[in-house]
C-alpha cells in the first residue's frame, strides 16, 4: 500500500511514523539522484491522474505536481536523513522509554531502527508538501503505479487546499490528535483512490456503498502491506494499518452523508480523537469532548522530559497483545475519555514514567484494569471522582535498563 511522508514532527514518532509517510520535509528540492518526467518515466502519467482525481475529489488542482522516480536505497536515506534533522534530542528515546514502560512495545526492540525499517518496507511512493512533489518508488511494479499515483497525488490536492504542513503541526503534543488526523487524510485519499479504479472499471462510487468492511478485507487480503510486516510489534502493524483502514471507514461515513465536500468540511474541523474515527458519531456530536489532564499536576514537581496521550485506538493495541478476544479489547478501550503519560526526571536522576488515564465510568475503567497487565508498574490511589486510573514506573539513570522500584520523588 502507498505511504506518504509526514511530519508531525515526531512530537509523537509512533504517530508521526504511522503517518509519516506522506510527507518528507527539508530534504531537497529534488530527491537525490531522482530521475525527472520523461515520456518514458512512470511520471507521465501523473498529469492525466491529477486531472482525473481532481474530479473525483471536487478539488481542481491548482498548479503542477512536479514528479520524480527514487530507488529504495534513496528513500531509506531520505528518510533517516529526516529523522536526524527533524527529531529534537533524545526524542526517540523519550518515546521509546515510555511504549515499553507501558508494554506497547518489547523491551529489546530497537524502536528508532524499527520503525523506519517499518515503513521504508511497506513504501510504495510518496508526496512531500514542503517542496510539493510527488516521489514514486522506482522499485514497485508497474500494475500499482496507477493506483499509488491517485493516492499520494490526492494528498497534493489536499495540500493545495487545506495546507498540510500546517494541518500536522509539530506545535500537537498530541499523538491521539494527530493519529485521527492522520486517519482523515488517509481516509480520504483511500477512498479517492478507489474511487479512481472504481470509475475505471464502471463500478459505484463509495458514497453509494452500504459498507466498506468487505472491501477493506478483500485489500487487506489481496497483499495491501507487504509480508514484511509481520516481523515487527503487533502494535506497530496495528498502528501501520488503522490511517488506512479505521480512516477510510470514517471517510466512508462523510462520504455517505454528504460526499467530498463533507470531507472537505472534515479538514476544516478536524477530529480530536481516534475515538471520533472509530466512533464516527461522536464526531458529529457537538457536545464531545476529550477530559483534559494537566501536565504540571501529573509530574508532581519532577522535570516534564516527554508528554503524549495515548488515546483508544493505542489502547486497544496494548490491550490486544494480551488479549485475543477482539470484541472484549474493544470493548474495554471504548469507553476512553481522556488520558495523558509523561516522562518525567525526579530526585537523583531519576527518571518515572506516569500514565493517567480517564474514563466515561468506573464499569468502563474497570474492564480496562481488567484486561491490562503492566509490567513493573505502581498502581497509584485515587478518590474514585472521574474513573481515573494511574500507572508509574521507576527507571534508572540512562542508559540503565528499566527496573520496577520505589517512587523516589
Known sequence: MSKSFRRNGFFRIFAFIAALLFVMTEVTAEP????????????????????????????????????????????????????????????????????????????????????IELYVSQLGGYYDPAHRYFVMAGWIPAAFQVPVAAHELTHALQDQYFDLNTFTSPTIDNGDTLLARSALIEGDATAAMMDFVRKGSGQKSLADEKDVSAILLQNLAGGGFSPTVSKFPQSLQLTLYFPYTSGLRFAHELLRRGKYKAIDAAFKNPPV?????????????????????????????????????????????????????????????????????????????????????????????????????????????????????????????PPGPRTAGPLLD
Open 273 to 397: 480523537s481516534t475515538t471520533q474515527i472509530l466512533h464516527p458519531e461522536k464526531y458529529f456530536d457537538t457536545n464531545y469532548k476529550v477530559k483534559e489532564i494537566d501536565d504540571n499536576t501529573l509530574a508532581r514537581g519532577c522535570k516534564i522530559l516527554h508528554r503524549d496521550t495515548i488515546g483508544e485506538f493505542i489502547i486497544s493495541a496494548l490491550l490486544s497483545q494480551d488479549n485475543s478476544d477482539k470484541l472484549l479489547v474493544s470493548q474495554a478501550a471504548a469507553g476512553w475519555a481522556g488520558d495523558r503519560v509523561l516522562l518525567t526526571e525526579c530526585a537523583h536522576g531519576t527518571r518515572i514514567v506516569r500514565w493517567r488515564t480517564v474514563w466515561e465510568s468506573d464499569l468502563d475503567r474497570t474492564q480496562f484494569l481488567n484486561l491490562f497487565k503492566p509490567n513493573g508498574a505502581l498502581l497509584e490511589p485515587h478518590d474514585g471522582s472521574d474513573y481515573v486510573s494511574e500507572f508509574t514506573w521507576t527507571t534508572l539513570n
Open 32 to 115: 537525490p539522484g531522482a530521475k525527472t518526467s520523461t515520456d518514458q518515466s512512470p511520471c507521465a502519467i501523473v498529469p492525466g491522474i491529477v486531472a482525473q482525481v481532481g474530479k473525483i475529489r471536487g478539488l481542481t488542482a491548482k498548479g503542477p505536481v512536479p514528479c520524480y522516480v527514487k530507488n529504495k536505497e534513496e528513500v531509506a536515506t531520505s528518510l533517516k536523513a529526516l529523522v536526524k534533522e527533524k527529531i529534537p534530542e533524545n526524542r526517540l528515546e523519550y518515546e521509546g522509554t515510555v511504549y515499553k514502560a507501558i508494554g506497547l512495545i518489547p523491551a529489546d526492540f530497537d524502536y528508532a531502527k524499527g520503525l
